[in-house]
């Protein structure tokens, strides 16, 4: 059972524009929820997270958007610019469980000119 | 700061070899540490995670193990490798604290292939 779901496993936006990445979890329990950027041949890179307390963090052009009636979480990156693109993943924990990060299977995003 | 370090960055074995792949942290004392693997196609998944030296939970029943003989050394081990250990081997870690919230860290993985 996939409890954290990247239903879109590509995007192409061009440089400048808003990169939307959609997350979906089906575990109410989750109360911590991450995004990861990952190059090829290189581990993924923490970039933003989000505890359940909270329905929107920013950091710099990276917003993280929880809607928890929906199960439902959104990474926006205003502009986007071509070295985002890469693999994103969004990652989720429970509170009892905060070793046990829950991996999505990623959405490749490329940036064009 | 802190670095992590995982070696080799690509191996290759032939079915029912041993396998030891190996993870240090450096910068920071008495992290948790993890292995995960990453088959082709699919995200993460959790194999072991460690909380201290000597402490090792599995997540996933297969032919690996893994062992923490260091505080800042995680080791992920086989005696016999099989095919559908083929895969991308990542080993992360995090600041300790028993229901924290802080993100993982993570090395530049092992791509391991068997033959």
Redesign the interface.
Known sequence: DQQ?KQNSPSLSVQEGRISILNCDYTNSMF??F?W?KKYP??????LI?I?SIKDKNEDGRFTVFLNKSAKHLSLHIVPSQPGDSAVY?C?A?D??N????I????TRLQVFP | SQTIH?WP?TLVQPVGSPLSLECTVEGTSNP?L?WYRQAA??????LF?S?GIGQI?S?VPQNLSASRPQDRQFILSSKKLLLSDSGFY?C?WRVR?????????????T?LSIL
């Open positions: 954290v109360d911590y991450l990861y041949a290189e581990g993924p890179t923490f997270s505890s993943f990652a924990s509170f009892w905060t070793d046990k990060l991996f999505g299977t990623g | 995982q960055a948790n993890y196609g699919r995200g993460l998944q959790l995670y909380v939970s997540e990542l992360a604290g028993e229901y924290s919230n802080q993100p993982q860290h993570f090395g530049d993985g791509r």
